[in-house]
């Protein structure tokens, strides 16, 4: 009894300390590359960029790596380096080795960071001749450590921390104080998505300030000067929406969530924040231009991803200018979604190519990859220097995409948020039907999910607890558990919707005497296999506007499916009217209006009688009109 009780003094005293200690990301995760990587004469460097919050105190880079083909010849070494700074060296010997690292801290500064792996042959030369050997990297078991302690004492600090990619803060608190319960929902709901866009994931939202790594709270008071955001410093530190009323406090609130604070100080006020950056997600091209622009021997490609309409057809457009010495026989690689890459010679000094990116899967999310292979022109030679220049330069990248036009309900909000993400949330009202704390943090981590895929929160939607006290003439976005949707907003929705009417990811076809059309199909072995919360999306409108519900096949899945459609992929797969959830898999139960359901006897038949009657009606110039009009930037 004794142990158990030192035990659990134990866990409250760590909830209880500042937030610190050591955080590790493996290289393979950093660099955003699969495979292993060879250091040798051809590529001699490795570089990465991270993303480093303030205060971190220590870093360490675990090495793992194996000699190759052509032992590391004796003098060679691997030297690791900071931003420029004079790098550390490692000199093992010609076997696989475990090196530990440690990086001087006076290198590291908050932002970005950049981390180069050098390999340097016998004559201490970045371009090392072929009889130097080499090293293979394993990018899956090598390992950046940080070690950070988060005392913020700024509001730009606090943004530093906010945006910290792998080390960002992301477990809140949000104290509701004086706030009733309408305003306490957008208070909550807009916050939320300015953490979620700044670190590029929804936060955690937790019940406790002990546990949180900062509290967000609210102040009404009449006798305030005026409205403002107040921060109190701290290893754990709150930050106070002040104001004289409840709507000077959700001011203060849009502007937190919109606009970055990059304050020396402790306080903002509105005018302070009237010309700040806004917040935004990093967009599919963004880097690109610098990313490409690096020495031939940094093999790092350049990796995104682009949200494009199911049924369109997205191309990826790029112009590059090839300089004299660098050999026509030089190539660009662009891969989409892991498919064999498109490779493409640089045989001209201006190169125009235009990449198909077709989907590899049922998802509005295309992920792409471009690196060069860029060859010096000189007979002999056979690596670029840095001294010689920029290898190739881009003129102009743009993604376009068609299928916009065609993109119907749950398929077009799939892609970008669209009506209710369309300018910032203006036109669009969000209702919170929760009755506990824990379905409204559920339900704000949601929203935020769908501020992420728009790219920016929500800062001008409205935000209520009711549809009917709704804007006039609003696209309504509904969120809770079941039994407490009002009526008439589901009242248009096919049936399909209805508690325990379609099957979701996993559930047996038996139980269900509807066609499935189905992405998901035998994902789990036994319903007993199932994970909890079971989501439920569907569409329709209300006086001739859209509404979109989100809740749970039953009240006890709400949490649950919110969790999982925050934090997963789900909505990458949404398409139609009607789609169940369980984790990141999705299940479509109504296709859209126009669509008869066909059985599976008779299914055959009817879609041999479709694919003739439309190679008979056209099919080619269909085609020819999808592929080349209707094209738009994405």
């Given at each position: ?116 792996i ?44 906010l ?11 949000i ?28 936060p ?17 008071d009449a006798v ?64 690109i ?20 309409p199911?049924?369109g ?21 662009i ?46 030679a ?38 209710f ?42 935000y ?13 976005m ?7 949707l ?51 999306a ?9 509404v ?42 109504d ?44």
């Amino acid at each position: 009894m004794a142990r158990l009780f030192l035990v659990c003094i134990l866990i409250l005293g760590a909830l209880l300390l500042p937030a610190s200690g050591r955080t590790q990301e493996s290289l393979r995760t950093l660099t955003g590359m699969d495979r292993e990587q060879m250091l040798d004469w051809s590529n001699p460097v490795l570089e990465f960029d991270l993303n480093i919050p303030p205060g971190a105190s220590a870093a360490m880079l675990t090495l793992v790596a194996d000699p190759g083909k052509t032992l590391p010849a004796k003098g060679s070494m691997l030297v690791v380096s900071i931003n420029d700074n004079p790098g550390v060296m490692v000199n093992p010997r010609p076997e696989a080795f475990n090196a530990r690292i440690d990086l001087p801290a006076a290198h590291l500064q908050a932002g970005i960071n950049r981390i180069r792996i050098t390999f340097e042959g016998a004559n201490e030369s970045l371009c090392p001749a072929k009889t130097d050997g080499g090293w293979q990297l394993d990018l899956a078991r090598s390992r950046f450590d940080l070690s950070i302690s988060p005392n913020i004492a700024s509001f730009e600090a606090l943004e530093g921390w906010l945006s910290a990619g792998a080390w960002a803060l992301d477990r809140v608190s949000i104290s509701q104080g004086a706030l009733d319960s309408r305003s306490y929902g957008a208070f909550g709901a807009l916050i939320t998505q300015g953490l979620a866009v700044r670190a590029g994931r929804v936060p955690l939202v937790v019940s406790s300030e002990r546990i949180a790594g900062v509290d967000f709270r609210a102040r009404v008071d009449a006798v305030l000067a005026g409205p403002g955001i107040a921060l109190r410093p701290g290893t754990r530190p709150v930050v106070e929406f002040q104001g004289r009323n409840t709507e000077e406090v959700l001011s203060m609130a849009r502007l937190f969530a919109g606009r970055i604070i990059r304050l020396g100080g402790t306080r903002a006020t509105p005018a302070l924040l009237a010309r700040a950056e806004p917040v935004q997600s990093r967009q599919a091209l963004d880097g690109i231009i610098t990313a490409l622009a690096q020495p031939s021997w940094d093999a790092r490609p350049f990796v995104n991803t682009v949200r494009a309409p199911h049924h369109g057809q997205t191309r990826l457009v790029v112009e590059m200018e090839r300089p004299e010495w660098v050999s026509p026989d030089s190539t660009v690689l662009i891969s989409v979604d892991g498919q064999k890459p498109f490779k493409k010679r640089l045989k001209n000094e201006l190169n125009h190519f235009t990449i198909p990116m077709d989907r590899k899967s049922a998802t509005v999310v295309r992920a792409f990859s471009i690196a060069r292979q860029a060859r010096p022109a000189a007979e002999g030679a056979h690596c670029i220097m840095p001294s010689e220049g920029t290898p190739l330069r881009l003129l102009s990248a743009r993604i376009e995409s068609n299928g916009y036009e065609s993109a119907k309900g749950l398929s077009r909000f799939a892609i970008d948020g669209t009506p209710f993400a369309q300018n910032a949330g203006a036109g669009a009202a969000i209702v919170f039907s929760t009755r506990t704390k824990a379905q409204l943090h559920a339900a704000w981590r949601a929203v935020a999910r769908v501020a992420l895929v728009s790219g920016a929160p929500l800062t001008a939607a409205w935000y209520g607890d009711a549809a009917d006290k709704a804007p006039e003439g609003s696209a309504i976005m509904v969120l809770g558990p079941r039994s407490q949707l009002a009526p008439q907003t589901i009242a248009g929705l096919p049936q399909v919707f209805a508690s325990g009417a379609a099957a979701g990811p996993g559930d047996y076809e038996s139980q269900y005497k509807k066609p499935r059309l189905s992405i998901a199909r035998r994902a789990f072995a036994a319903d007993a296999d199932l994970p909890l919360g079971l989501g439920v999306a569907g569409w329709t409108q209300l006086q001739q506007q859209p509404v979109l519900i989100l809740t749970g096949d039953r009240d006890g899945d709400f949490i649950p499916a919110m969790q999982a459609f925050a934090d997963g992929p789900a909505i990458n797969f949404f398409a139609g009217r009607v789609v169940r959830w369980r984790a990141g898999l999705v299940e479509i139960n109504d296709i859209g209006a126009g669509i008869v359901p066909i059985s599976p006897r008779g299914k055959w038949p009817a879609i041999l009688f479709l694919i003739a009657g439309i190679s008979l009606s056209g099919l080619w110039i269909s085609l020819w009109h999808r592929m080349y009009a209707n094209w738009r930037p994405v």
